[in-house]
């Protein structure tokens, strides 16, 4: 029951991720500043980046046998943080990331995993983890992963590597909530030096977006009745699209039927039940753009309480992303591996006896 009466908000709250995912310019109205951050995106062929996520709160009790382990599965994740760097290049198109994962505590410990992408390879390094008993001769190697083998084994298409083409579509579907958000509930300019920023961020306007949980009706109702529908007919007039999210006619048909049968619903008693259900919901994102219209910075808090039969606790998340060096030479620190770097996800899984047996199926 609980699943199902949020369902409606987490298609909502998805939307809100793609918008605060966006980006944002000068001295404009809010809204005209994000789109014209986002069309100017559409322009980035190559920058580097940073960005990071924490668990500011993340407060579940559990009860009986499973509390002591739950409890401690819950400090784990409120001292953890994920953190990148990386690099990017449209022609030839090469991808790299270096995550971090830290983990606080008496059990600190911190590791690495980078990973290199070009559009037909994945190359990813094995964590040297002291927990993880790694032998001599796979440690510190990269996985090689052939997206077009890949492919052929599963039956799938190749994965579409096309940024630019995902940046369109992503300016699309962004011009599309634009148009049926109200950007004086939304959103708002706030003054460069009062948004906080890092010193190594020279934004000139900084965009705010902001939503709570008086506001998600609204928004919900936003989602169901206009915007969804819109991004659907998209979907169905551009084939490149839906060839890019590998989704076929039949799939958004029968997501269309599901949208139509929750408009003719009772959307509004539904949303009754979750506002008595959710006590808390905030979502703030401020954007920062600098002087030629590119979005460079972005960080997003969103926090929750939920109090219900099924399930009771409160969660909060921090995000923060920054781009530097638009359109300039990336600083690619890892580069692509050399040969002898380089081992299979067969040699991998005769090494480690199985450990990451079935992995590869399930790429």
Not at 12 to 37: E, H, N, Y
């Amino acid at each position: 029951m609980f699943k199902r009466k949020f369902g409606f908000a987490i298609v909502a709250l998805l939307m809100t991720v793609a918008l605060v995912l966006g980006g944002c310019t000068k001295d404009k109205s809010p809204k005209d500043a994000l789109q014209a951050s986002m069309s100017k995106s559409a322009d980035i062929k190559s920058y580097n980046f940073k960005g990071s996520m924490v668990f500011e709160d993340f407060n579940f009790p559990a009860e009986g046998d499973s509390a002591a382990e739950a409890a401690a599965v819950l400090n784990l994740m409120k001292s953890a943080e994920l953190s990148w760097t990386g690099a990017y290049r449209a022609d030839p198109m090469m991808m790299e990331m270096n995550l971090q994962l830290a983990l606080k505590g008496d059990l600190a410990i911190t590791f690495n995993v980078p990973v290199v992408m070009t559009e037909k390879k994945i190359w990813v390094k094995i964590p040297n983890i002291p927990m993880l008993p790694i032998p001599e001769t796979v440690k510190d190697k990269f996985v090689e992963l052939d997206l077009e083998e890949l492919a052929k084994e599963s039956g799938q298409p190749l994965p579409n590597m096309d940024m630019a083409k995902s940046q369109k579509f992503s300016n699309d579907v962004m011009g599309i909530l634009f148009k049926h958000l109200d950007e004086k509930t939304y959103l708002k300019s706030i003054k460069v030096k009062d948004a906080a920023l890092p010193s190594d961020v020279n934004a000139s306007q900084v965009v705010q977006f902001h939503m709570d949980q008086s506001q998600l009706e609204g928004f919900v109702n936003a989602v169901v009745e206009k915007i969804a529908p819109e991004i659907f007919e998209l979907l169905s007039t551009n084939a490149e699209y839906r060839d890019m999210m590998q989704l076929k006619q039949e799939d958004l048909d029968e997501m269309k039927k599901t949208l139509e049968e929750v408009k003719s619903g009772e959307v509004s008693k539904t949303i009754d039940e979750i506002k008595k259900e959710l006590k808390k919901l905030d979502i703030t994102a401020n954007f920062g753009i600098d002087k030629k219209d590119y979005p460079i910075y972005t960080d997003a808090k969103i926090s929750a309480a939920i109090e219900s039969e099924e399930l009771t606790g409160s969660v909060a998340i921090k995000i923060v992303s920054q781009t530097t060096g638009i359109n300039e030479e990336p600083k690619f620190e890892i580069g692509e591996p050399k040969a002898e770097e380089v081992v299979t996800m067969e040699e991998v899984q005769a090494e480690m006896g199985g450990m990451f047996g079935g992995f590869e199926e399930e790429l």
